[in-house]
């Protein structure tokens, strides 16, 4: 695919994501995780458009370490 397609797929996928979060609230099923794993594609998505770079974060087990 080109990269403007491609582009244009993956924003239609957030999109989705972001609109099937929305439905999930608003029926009170969404689960932490549901939240957790659509804002952290968000942020990754902004700090891309912006072009910042976002570390990952050590789970408690590396901290522990």
Request: glycine share 4%.
């Amino acid at each position: 695919s080109t990269p403007l397609y491609s582009s244009a797929a993956s924003d239609v996928y957030k999109r989705q994501q972001m609109d099937n979060l929305c439905a999930k609230i608003c029926h009170g099923q969404a689960s932490r995780a549901d939240i957790t794993r659509t804002t952290r594609r968000l942020g990754d998505y902004i700090a891309a458009v912006y072009g910042f770079e976002i570390t990952k974060q050590r789970t408690r087990q590396q901290a522990v370490r």
